[in-house]
């Protein structure tokens, strides 16, 4: 399983962007969708998260202004980040739980990250 992950760039603040991030090879089904970030000189957090079914989860900083996506026949999650802040500046993953085998359940596959820059 192998996930790209596309969209990072600069940008100044209050601009938008929109990440995706498609998975290929071996897919039976991928369960949860999401995105995380990291900036320098901190942990890796969480962004947002989509489930299957649609559900999402957000991290208070991003509300209101991130929405993520998912289009499960392309295998793909997406990013909508609107109204950017110098602080959203970090490398962008993806990551998708995916079943590549019916018996051993999920497995958490990471993209490569994407940089986004957002000047003030």
């Known amino acids: 399983v192998q996930l790209q992950a596309s969209g990072g760039g600069l940008v100044q603040a209050g601009g938008s962007l929109r990440l995706s991030c498609a998975a290929s090879?071996?897919?039976?089904?991928?369960?949860?969708m999401g995105w995380y970030r990291q900036a320098a000189g901190k942990q890796r957090e969480l962004v947002a998260t989509?489930?299957?079914?649609?559900?999402?989860i957000y991290a208070d900083s991003v509300k209101e202004r991130f929405a993520i996506s998912r289009d499960n026949a392309k295998n793909t999650v997406y990013l909508q980040m609107n109204s950017l802040k110098p602080e959203d500046t970090a490398v962008y993953y993806c990551?998708?739980?995916?079943?590549?085998?019916?018996?051993?359940?999920?497995?958490?596959?990471w993209g490569q990250g994407t940089l986004v820059t957002v000047s003030s």
């Open positions: 989509i489930a299957r079914d649609g559900n999402t």
């Open positions: 090879g071996g897919i039976l089904r991928i369960n949860g």
């Open positions: 990551k998708h739980d995916v079943v590549s085998d019916w018996y051993e359940g999920s497995r958490a596959y």
